[in-house]
Nanobody
Framework: QVQLVESGGGLVQAGGSLRLSCAASGITFSIYTMGWYRQAPGKQRELVATITSGGSTNYDDAEKGRFTVSRDNDKNTVYLQMDSLKPEDTAVYYC??????????WGQGTQVTASS
């Protein structure tokens, strides 16, 4: 059974930092592209960042320079370091694990709130 468990969300003042973690089980973690997505109230889920099995990263333009995605294959965990948080970063953040087009798994999400 595949499980993706996010942690590290919370309430922070604008300008602050949070580090999200996503622990994966039930998959061969090292071969998956791991990603972070977010969904704000009334909006569609959107890409934040991804990291491939080889360590290549991709970011949405709004997060470039503020967020950093990384992975630890020994711990089956992907991280999202979020700095200089803005109120518009407030959303539920979801972890995603994807391998080709056949294997696509989601976590249950963790709330991030950046207050102004």
């Amino acid at each position: 059974q595949v499980q993706l468990v996010e942690s590290g969300g919370g309430l922070v003042q604008a300008g602050g930092s949070l580090r999200l973690s996503c622990a994966a089980s039930g998959i061969t973690f090292s071969i998956y592209t791991m990603g972070w997505y977010r969904q704000a109230p009334g909006k569609q889920r959107e890409l934040v960042a991804t990291i491939t099995s080889g360590g290549s990263t991709n970011y949405d333009d709004a997060e470039k320079g503020r967020f950093t995605v990384s992975r630890d294959n020994d711990k089956n965990t992907v991280y999202l370091q979020m700095d200089s948080l803005k109120p518009e970063d407030t959303a539920v953040y979801y972890c995603n694990a994807r391998y080709r087009s056949l294997h696509d798994h989601w976590g249950q999400g963790t709330q991030v709130t950046a207050s102004s």
